[in-house]
């Protein structure tokens, strides 16, 4: 299917605790996003009526994520703004969804998470509860 998901290896247990699991809408269907230190999963329901789900793993370090502002906003689209999440290599997007924490709120927040990831000084050491207030704080504050 993706080249990246042929690419995901298994991870050690401390790097698949998530870090932020947030409510997400895909093709007007709910699903899950999870971020951990190191992937992103993105489980959604195939049909609701038929069981089944459909996930997507990608590691952070192989992604982009961009948000997408849609130009028409209205009563009925809660949630505007879209986060598409894209191959680095070659920018061919891989899927999209509408976050519930906010496209460029989960965006600053897996960019930040990258950056603490890539940091050897960082990387057993950080707690993002703080950061991740900051963020909510100053996104509010917008």
């Not at 698949?16 to 699991?21: E, F």
């Not at 809408?25 to 089944?52: E, F, N």
């Amino acid at each position: 299917d993706i080249d990246l998901q042929l690419r995901t290896k298994i991870l050690p247990a401390p790097d698949q605790v998530p870090l932020l699991s947030c409510r997400v809408i895909v093709g007007g269907l709910g699903a899950m996003c999870y971020v951990t230190y190191h992937q992103l999963l993105l489980v959604s329901k195939r049909m609701p009526m038929v069981r089944g789900n459909r996930s997507n793993l990608v590691l952070l370090q192989d992604i982009e994520v961009e948000v997408k502002i849609s130009s028409r906003k209205s009563r009925l689209s809660l949630l505007p703004s879209m986060t598409v999440v894209k191959n680095k290599n070659n920018g061919n997007e891989l899927f999209s969804f509408r976050p519930a924490t906010g496209a460029h709120l989960f965006k600053d927040f897996v960019d930040t998470v990258k950056k603490y990831a890539q940091s050897p000084d960082t990387a057993d050491t950080v707690s993002f509860a703080p950061i991740l207030k900051k963020m909510v704080a100053e996104h509010s504050e917008e």
